[in-house]
């Protein structure tokens, strides 16, 4: 028979390890749903893994679009989901109507998909921001991918540095244009800083100059209603 002191030692060193196996796991669990749902964005709203519109999401559109008029909706990027009685859906989206000339602008789009699969168009937030024609000498161009790299990423953090008034997090690439440098049209997340604002959504434009300088030289937001 093993003395008292040498069982509770063990005893005290299987609870210890069985603590920390306690903690890894959980730590790997929380772990993974970061990873798969990604971090809260403007209260309630959960931002995407990826801002790419895929077959799924064009799908979803295209299912609250059935005997819409008036209006064209495309998606630009994905942004950010909602859990309700359903679920919201909130996309970057070019909107341009079917019976004028007048030019397309862009939007924040909610679809709320119900219990049962259908999809519609519950809120649409315009900016006064148009979207400029595609395949001007000069002009803006469509990315490649709507992924913020990590170039893109270290040139925010540059334009940061010494701004005062919000906290502007890149969330998709929107546009590029070829100057005396590089613009950057980014949908971004922009929390002011004073107490009580609230943090929005704005198409920011990112100036990096021949020499990697970097600053903000224009920020439009959404309507608030």
């Known amino acids: 028979m093993q003395p008292k002191g040498v069982i ?6 299987i609870a210890a390890v069985a603590v920390t196996a306690c903690l890894v796991l959980g730590l790997t669990g929380c772990s993974k749903k970061t990873q798969q749902e990604g971090p809260e964005v403007l209260g309630g709203w959960t931002r995407t893994a990826s801002p790419a519109v895929t077959s799924e999401v064009q799908a979803l559109m295209d ?4 005997g819409f008029t008036g209006a064209m909706y495309k998606p630009v990027a994905y942004v950010a989901t ?10 970057l989206c070019t909107v341009s109507s079917v019976a004028t000339d007048a030019k397309a602008t862009y939007a924040m789009v909610t679809l709320y998909e119900d219990l049962q699969g259908n999809v519609t168009i519950s809120d649409v937030k315009k900016s006064e921001l148009d979207v400029p024609p595609a395949g001007l000498m000069g002009g803006w161009q469509a990315p490649e991918s709507v992924e913020v790299d990590v170039d893109l990423e270290a040139a925010f953090e540059k334009a940061s540095e010494g ?5 502007i997090t ?9 100057v005396a440098g590089m613009n950057y049209r980014v949908l ?3 929390a ?4 009580g604002a609230q943090a929005h959504w704005a198409l920011v434009t990112l100036y990096k100059d021949l020499q990697g300088g970097c600053t903000f030289s224009d920020i439009v937001n959404f309507a608030t209603e």
Do not use: D, F
Request: with cysteine; charged share 15%; proline share 5%.
């Open 82 to 91: 909602q859990v309700v009685s359903g679920k919201n859906h909130l996309l």
């Open 63 to 66: 299912k609250a679009l059935e």
């Open 8 to 13: 509770m030692r063990k005893i005290v060193v």
């Open 170 to 178: 890149p969330v998709a690439l929107v546009g590029t244009q070829v």
């Open 188 to 190: 971004c997340t922009v």
């Open 192 to 195: 002011p800083v004073e107490s």
């Open 163 to 167: 701004w005062t008034g919000s906290a």
